[in-house]
Antibody
């Protein structure tokens, strides 16, 4: 069974930091691009960042460039999102996605940025 | 970056057929956009139904099909079922960055 399990979300003050993790199992993690997608409360899906199989290429949405860093550890089948200088507009449920053709999605980790 | 536009809402009768579309602000959607269609029901994670314009995953019901139609990506549902009521998102992927459409709320009524 394929599982993607996100963790690390929570309540943080504006300007603060959080590190999201995504633990993958049931598929060959190192073979696929991995992606973070977020969804603000009551809103649509929004692509955040993705990373190549070997970590050599990374792409970010404009509003998180310079604040968020995507990384992965293929030895531990794990994906990460380091989020710094958080803003209220970063409040969302953050999903981890992977697989050859967007096959697999986690259940999300909620990040709330509020004072 | 492109803006991807979908119908905000559509209604289909049980057993009926409906087509959802996905347009790009940069011009015609082509096979090079590798269009995806995702389904999301309330309180659930998204689920990918269609990839690369028209290919189905093993879990995709046969009543869903993807195509290119008049310069747009299209998702056609033939024989709608009550359980198809959901939000549907188009996703365009061009060598790295992704762009989601705003979603179509499909009502089966």
């Amino acid at each position: 069974e394929v599982l993607l399990v996100e963790s690390g979300g929570g309540l943080v003050q504006p300007g603060g930091s959080l590190r999201l993790s995504c633990a993958a199992s049931g598929f060959t993690f190192s073979r696929y691009w991995m992606t973070w997608v977020r969804q603000a409360p009551g809103k649509g899906l929004e692509w955040v960042a993705n990373i190549k199989e070997d970590g050599s290429k990374k792409y970010y949405m404009d509003s998180v460039k310079g604040r968020f860093t995507i990384s992965r550890d293929n030895a531990k089948n794990s994906l990460f999102l380091q989020m710094n200088s958080l803003r209220a507009e970063d409040t969302a449920l953050y999903y981890c996605e992977g697989g050859e053709k967007a096959d697999y999605w986690g259940q999300g980790s909620l990040v709330t940025v509020s004072s | 970056q492109a803006v991807v536009t979908q119908e905000p809402s559509l209604t289909v009768s049980p057993g009926g057929t409906v087509t959802l579309t996905c347009a790009s602000s940069t011009g015609a959607v082509t096979s090079g956009h590798n269009a995806y269609w995702l389904q999301q029901k309330p309180g659930q994670a998204p689920r990918t139904l269609i990839y690369d314009t028209s290919n189905k995953h093993s879990w995709t019901p046969a009543r869903f099909s993807g195509s290119l139609l008049g310069g747009k990506a299209a998702l056609t549902l033939s024989g709608a079922q009550p359980e198809d009521e959901a939000e549907y998102y188009c996703l365009l992927c061009i060598s790295g960055p992704w762009v989601f459409g705003g979603g179509t709320k499909l009502t089966v009524l």
